[in-house]
């Protein structure tokens, strides 16, 4: 029997194993064999890239944008260099905290003291006088009897509050000047207020000594 001179093409291709016809088309399509894959380093390396860029920049958003505070993001504020710029604090209010943790003990929170024993300080001719010398009194402590608006108080010696030797407190000047500044101008004081420099000058330049008494007080102008 002779072969029909016209084949089908559908027959051929049906004969064709599945090898083959891949062969058949990567040779239509011009490629290798897909023994790799199709793997490309280019693809595998931008993606890596950007997944380093935006882990990258979400650490970096996190540490420096301060939570986009306003205080930090504001467009209007004043330029400024950056140093910490230091909160003045109120004489008053500190001195007042300084009184109601010790001084209140003695003095009583109407700076009335104890008859005989602790002087007052409401209306005290010490306390509204010469600043000079309720700084010494502050700073170096007083001991022996004090007269206070013609009355004798000697029960109990002033401790020390500076920073000076033997101090029981070693307050610091600005400490110092608070309290004292609060006692000048509370129940009814009219006094000036006192500030750390003038405690500094009082304590530079006296130095180191023992309690002060009544007599030494009435020598300081």
């Known amino acids: 029997m002779s072969t029909p001179a016209n084949r089908d093409p559908r027959v051929d291709q049906a004969a064709l194993s599945d090898q083959d016809l891949v062969d058949l088309h990567e040779k239509q399509l011009g490629r290798h064999p897909d023994d790799g894959a199709r793997y490309r380093l ?6 890596f890239t950007l997944s380093a860029l935006i882990l990258f920049s979400g650490t970096y958003l996190n540490r420096y944008t301060g939570h986009y505070s306003a205080s930090i993001f504001d467009e209007n504020a004043k330029p400024t260099t950056g140093a910490p710029v230091a909160v003045k604090l ?27 024993v602790y002087p007052p300080l ?10 000079s010398r309720v ?6 402590g007083l ?11 000697n029960a109990a010696a002033m401790p020390v509050f500076g920073k000076v030797a033997n101090s029981a ?25 006192v500030s750390a420099d003038e405690v500094t000058a009082v304590r530079t330049a006296t130095g180191d000594r023992k309690e002060m008494s009544e007599a030494e007080l009435e020598q300081v102008k």
């Open 42 to 47: 280019l693809p595998i390396g931008i993606l």
């Open 90 to 116: 109120d004489p008053v209010a500190v001195g007042r905290k300084a009184y109601g943790e010790v001084c209140i003990t003695c003095h009583q929170p109407t700076g009335t003291g104890v008859v005989g």
């Open 122 to 131: 409401a209306g005290s001719e010490w306390v509204n006088g010469p600043s």
């Open 135 to 140: 700084v010494r009194i502050v700073l170096y």
């Open 143 to 153: 001991k022996g009897d004090i007269h206070v608006e013609g009355h004798v108080f």
């Open 169 to 193: 407190y070693n307050w610091n000047d600005a400490k110092i000047a608070a309290v004292l500044t609060y006692v000048r101008q509370e129940w009814g004081n009219k006094a000036a207020e």
